[in-house]
C-alpha cells in the first residue's frame, strides 16, 4: 500500500498518467463516446466563456485601434488624396459632358452651313460683359455672333490674339430687332417661315432685356418666344421667353421684357460664328 | 468544510472560464496552463492534477477540439520543463524563467499543431509567423508568471519558500 502511495506521489508517474489520460480522452471523443460529457462542459461552460470571449474580442479592438492609429492616419490621409482626385475627374467629366451637350446643341439647332469656333466662358468684367478664349488666332472678329445653338448669347466688340470680350444682350446700348412667335419652336430648329406675332425692338437695359414697341392688337402672350431678326445678326436665333407684358388699352404699343434661356452667369462653352 | 472547499473550488473553476476565455481571446494566452506550471511542485499533485484536467476539458470544449487536446498539450510541455529542470536549476535565478519561456514556448507551438492533427489529422504548418507568435505569448505568459510569483512572495509562510499558503 505504501508503494502505491510512493509511486502516485512521483510527478513522472503523474504526468505519465495524465498522458495516458489525456490519449484516452481523445480516443473517446474521435469515436464520439464522450459526447454526452462535451454537451455537458457546453451545457454549463459555453455561456460564461461565451462572455469572456466578447469581452476580450472588444478589449483587443479597442487596444488595436491605438496600434493601428498610424496606419488609420495614413488611410485618412489616402482616401483623401483619393476623394481629392475622384471630385478632380468628377469635374473634368461634368466638362466634357457640357461640352457634349453644348456640341449636340450646336449641331442640331444652328445653321450648319456656317461656320462655327467652339471656345470657353473664362468669366466677365460684369454681368453684362463676358471673356471667351478665342481670339483673332482662331478667325474670331469684331461683331461676330456668339451663340450655343439657336440661342443666341452676345455679339464679339473685342478681339484679341488669344481672347476676346463679348456683349450680352442685357447689356445697356444692346439693341436689335426682334420677332415674337408662338412657343414650340424651342424643341426644335426655327422653321424657315416662323408664324410671326409681332415685331419688336429688344433693348438691353443693363440687368435684363426690354422689350418695346409690340403691336397693340398683336395677339402675344406671356411666354411667348422672342427671337432676333436683325440684320447686324444676320439668322433667325433665340433670345428668351416674353414675361411681364405691359396691359396698359391706353398706350399704342406693348412692352414687356425677355427671360433669357440661359443663364449667362453659368455658361461655359459657346460658340463663335465666323 | 468540505461543502465550502466545494463551492469555492466550482466558483473557481466558473472564474477560470471566463478568464481562460477572455485572456485567449485577448492575447492568444492560455491561463490553466500559465497557473499550472506557477503552482508545479508548490501544491499538491494529486489536486493540481485533478483541477488541470478538468479546467483542460472545459478548455476543450469551449474551444471546439477534441477532449483531453489541451490536457495533453500541456503535459508534453510539462516533460519538456521537467527534462530541462534536470539540467538547470528551476527553483530560482534567471535561468529557471528562460526554461520556464522555453516551456510555454513549446506549449504555444504544439497548440498550433496538436489541435489540428487530432481533429483533421493532419499537422498544422510550423512556420515563421507561428513561432513569432509563440514567443510573444511565451515572453507575455513569463511576465504574468513573474507578477503571480511577486504575489505569491507575499503569502508564502516563514521558513517553507517553496508552499502557498492557501487558507
Known amino acids: 500500500m505504501r508503494k502505491t502511495k510512493s509511486a502516485f506521489d512521483n510527478a513522472y ?7 495516458l489520460a489525456g490519449i484516452i480522452f481523445i480516443l473517446l471523443d474521435s469515436i464520439g463516446l464522450a459526447t454526452s460529457l ?3 462542459i457546453s451545457y454549463v461552460f459555453e455561456p460564461v466563456s461565451y462572455d ?10 479597442y487596444l488595436q485601434n491605438f496600434v493601428e492609429m498610424s496606419e488609420f492616419m495614413e488611410n485618412y490621409s489616402k482616401l483623401k ?3 481629392y482626385e475622384k471630385d478632380i475627374n468628377n469635374a473634368y467629366y461634368l466638362l466634357l459632358k457640357e461640352e457634349n451637350e453644348s456640341l449636340k446643341k450646336q449641331l442640331n439647332l444652328s445653321d450648319i452651313s456656317k461656320k462655327y469656333v467652339e ?14 478664349n478665342a481670339g483673332s488666332d482662331d478667325g474670331v472678329k469684331q461683331d461676330n455672333v456668339v451663340s450655343i445653338g439657336n440661342v443666341y448669347i452676345g455679339q464679339v466688340i473685342k478681339s484679341d490674339k488669344a481672347g476676346s470680350l463679348v ?4 447689356s445697356k446700348g444692346s439693341n436689335f430687332e426682334v420677332i415674337v412667335t408662338e412657343r414650340g419652336v424651342e424643341n426644335a430648329a426655327i422653321s424657315s417661315s416662323p408664324a410671326v406675332l409681332s415685331k419688336a425692338v429688344a433693348i438691353g437695359t443693363g440687368n435684363g432685356i426690354k422689350v418695346e414697341n409690340i403691336s397693340a392688337d398683336a395677339n402675344v402672350k406671356e411666354g411667348d418666344v422672342v427671337v432676333i431678326n436683325d440684320e447686324k445678326v444676320g439668322s433667325y436665333l433665340i433670345l428668351g421667353y416674353l414675361v411681364g407684358l405691359s396691359d396698359n388699352p391706353a398706350s399704342t404699343s406693348k412692352t414687356g421684357y425677355v427671360n433669357p434661356l440661359i443663364n449667362y452667369d ?8 465666323i | 468544510m468540505i461543502v465550502l472547499k466545494l463551492i469555492y473550488t466550482i466558483t473557481g473553476v466558473f472564474l477560470f472560464t471566463f478568464l481562460e476565455s477572455l485572456f485567449s481571446s485577448l492575447l492568444g494566452i492560455n491561463v490553466a496552463f500559465i497557473l499550472f506550471l506557477f503552482l508545479y511542485k508548490k501544491v499538491d499533485w494529486r489536486v493540481l492534477f485533478s483541477l488541470m484536467f478538468i479546467v483542460c476539458l472545459i478548455a476543450d470544449v469551449t474551444s471546439h477540439y477534441m477532449l483531453g487536446t489541451n490536457f495533453l498539450t500541456a503535459m508534453l510541455a510539462l516533460i519538456f520543463f521537467s527534462v530541462l529542470s534536470i539540467f538547470f536549476s528551476t527553483e530560482a535565478g534567471i535561468l529557471s524563467w528562460i526554461v520556464r519561456m522555453f516551456a510555454f514556448f513549446v506549449y504555444y507551438s504544439l497548440l498550433f499543431v496538436l489541435p489540428s492533427f487530432f481533429l483533421n489529422r493532419t499537422f498544422a504548418p510550423i512556420t515563421v509567423d507561428v513561432l513569432k507568435i509563440s514567443l510573444f505569448r511565451s515572453i507575455i505568459s513569463l511576465v504574468i508568471i513573474i507578477l503571480c510569483e511577486i504575489v505569491a512572495g507575499r503569502f508564502r509562510k516563514e521558513g517553507d519558500k517553496s508552499n502557498i499558503k492557501l487558507g
Do not use: H, M, Q, W
Not at chain 1, 508517474?13 to 498522458?19: D, G, L, N, R, T
Not at chain 1, 469572456?52 to 479592438?61: D, L
Not at chain 1, 471656345?119 to 471667351?132: P, Q
Not at chain 1, 453659368?266 to 460664328?273: G, K, Q, S, Y
Open chain 1, 13 to 19: 508517474a503523474y504526468i505519465s498518467v495524465s498522458i
Open chain 1, 38 to 40: 462535451r454537451n455537458g
Open chain 1, 52 to 61: 469572456g470571449t466578447k469581452i476580450g474580442t472588444n478589449v483587443k479592438e
Open chain 1, 81 to 83: 488624396t483619393d476623394v
Open chain 1, 119 to 132: 471656345c470657353k466662358v473664362l468669366g466677365g468684367n460684369d454681368s453684362e460683359y463676358i471673356k471667351i
Open chain 1, 167 to 170: 456683349k450680352l444682350p442685357l
Open chain 1, 266 to 273: 453659368d455658361l461655359i462653352t459657346v460658340f463663335v460664328e
